[in-house]
């Protein structure tokens, strides 16, 4: 199978707010707990802070979720951590809320923050109609962030999260792609998921 490679729009950044100096080592390498998987919003930003910091020696510990980024922390497996904190539509991300309160014995350096626009993309399997569609797929805080559009839009469609390793979307859409009988589903997430799985884009700049 071919997957045309298009140019991703880069992060767009609101703010970016450097808090503790000199918090690593660029001359070793360090690695990095991120909650979820290759594709979503998180490595996005990620990726953006990396290059803002011209760190070149790192590596990534995809942790699925947030309770695995605490527990990775306080087994000392990894150096640092990067998890979404807030939504400015959907609030406060409550898998993350919970997992601190949970590891609330972990100690938490802040670095920095990046403060991103996130604008998800409406996306299927190309091998379905549309109408066929019987469900949307993606994190809680996508449905939160997006609730008002997907009513108003497309109102027969259930929504759909789910918990541990499948509460990314990153991950839901990679079961999309995989799987048949995973096709009725239509996903709500970053666009780089439509690149990668080769999905067909139905709606974008969703909040």
Not at 133 to 149: E, K, M, R, S
Not at 165 to 175: F, G, K, R
Not at 184 to 203: D, H, R
């Amino acid at each position: 199978m071919t997957i045309e490679i298009k140019r991703q729009p880069p992060l767009e950044v609101k703010q970016y707010k450097r808090i503790s100096p000199d918090s690593y080592d660029i001359t070793k390498e360090i690695t990095i707990a991120i909650q979820w998987w290759p594709g979503s919003f998180n490595e996005k930003a990620l990726q953006w802070f990396l290059s803002q910091e011209k760190l070149s020696n790192y590596k990534i510990i995809y942790s699925y979720t947030s309770e695995k980024v605490f527990e990775a922390l306080y087994k000392n497996k990894v150096d640092f951590w990067f998890f979404a904190l807030h939504n400015r539509v959907g609030l406060e991300v409550d898998e993350t809320l919970e997992a601190m309160m949970i590891w609330h014995n972990v100690n938490l350096n802040k670095i920095a923050r990046v403060d991103a626009v996130i604008r998800h993309t409406f996306m299927k399997h190309k091998d379905i109609n549309i109408e066929k569609l019987q469900h949307i797929a993606a994190h809680p805080q996508v449905f939160l962030q997006c609730n008002n559009f997907l009513r108003n839009r497309y109102p027969e469609l259930d929504h759909y999260s789910w918990e541990g390793n499948m509460i990314d979307t990153a991950t839901l859409a990679e079961a999309v792609f995989q799987w048949k009988l995973w096709h009725e589903y239509a996903i709500c997430g970053p666009s780089e998921l439509a690149t990668k799985y080769n999905f067909e884009i139905v709606e974008e700049n969703i909040q």
